[in-house]
């Protein structure tokens, strides 16, 4: 999913054919968890995803419509309690598109980092269903009990924002720790992405092309993970996957949009 995750949309003239059963068949696999469903005769792809109440599942219908308007690719969102039913279609030419597959591919990678954010306590779905592997992390990464009357949801607040601390880094701080040589900024965007703008100093390794790049990351300095915007989820699969193979790793929150809003400065190739 990564690999076409990292994709941008491109313009659909309105003169082009919608895929072909074989080719959806093709690029599902990209898009795990999404099912190619007909409704009044158009092609659509579609994914409920589940929260644990009715503000996790408005706060995940805002972050895609931002990560839409961001690629001007835009589904259809049904938002309810404790979940949300996203389609995806191309108007334009009443079915689907790679576009679609793409866009799909970018909201589950939405809805994972999501996840993952909460300390897994909302683990990701495929399909609707929690994998046993998905269950035992969840169960694991429950908070513990506390005093009664100080926490009455049962989130470990002081948790949360301390891993917040650790786990998080900002325009200023980061320009802060490039100054002083102690950071690894690591961009996981797309290659023309990179070569359009990029924060000075960063390194370009797509996020699909991670895996097979880790020994040309130090272990030595904290790697400073960044993407697009704060509704875009790669910078933070990327940062999941590094910290699980033992690197020390931050999130840049907000992207290099954050980092231009800032003042701070870019590079052009």
């Not at 650790?166 to 490039?178: M, N």
């Not at 272990?219 to 699980?244: F, M, P, Q, R, S």
Request: with cysteine.
């Amino acid at each position: 999913m990564p690999g076409i995750a990292s994709e941008r949309c491109t313009p659909c003239r309105g003169d082009e054919s919608p895929a072909a059963a074989e080719q959806c068949e093709a690029l599902a696999a990209s898009a795990p968890g999404w099912e190619v469903v007909e409704r009044s005769g158009i092609r659509r792809l579609e994914r409920v995803f589940r929260f644990r109440d009715f503000a996790e599942a408005l706060a995940f219908t805002m972050r895609v419509g931002g990560l839409a308007e961001e690629n001007g690719h835009h589904p259809a969102l049904l938002t309810e309690w404790g979940r949300v039913t996203a389609s995806f279609w191309t108007h334009k030419i009443s079915g689907l598109h790679r576009n679609d597959f793409i866009m799909a591919a970018k909201t589950s990678l939405l809805y994972e980092a999501a996840g993952a954010a909460a300390g897994g306590a909302r683990a990701p779905r495929q399909g609707g269903a929690m994998t046993r592997k998905h269950a035992s992390k969840a169960a694991a990464a429950k908070p513990a009990a506390v005093e009664a009357g100080v926490v009455k949801t049962g989130i470990d607040r002081a948790a949360y924002f301390r891993a917040k601390v650790e786990c998080e880094t900002g325009p200023v701080e980061l320009k802060h720790d490039l100054d002083r040589g102690e950071v690894f900024l690591l961009d996981v965007r797309d290659r023309e992405s990179y070569v359009g703008e990029h924060i000075p100093g960063a390194v370009n390794i797509p996020l699909e092309e991670l895996p097979s790049n880790l020994s040309s990351i130090p272990k030595d300095k904290t790697v400073v993970a960044y993407c697009w915007t704060i509704t875009c989820g790669l910078a933070a699969t990327a940062a999941l996957e590094l910290a699980e193979k033992g690197f020390s790793v931050k999130e840049l929150v907000g992207g290099i949009r954050e980092w231009k809003k800032a003042g701070m400065p870019v590079d052009h190739k």
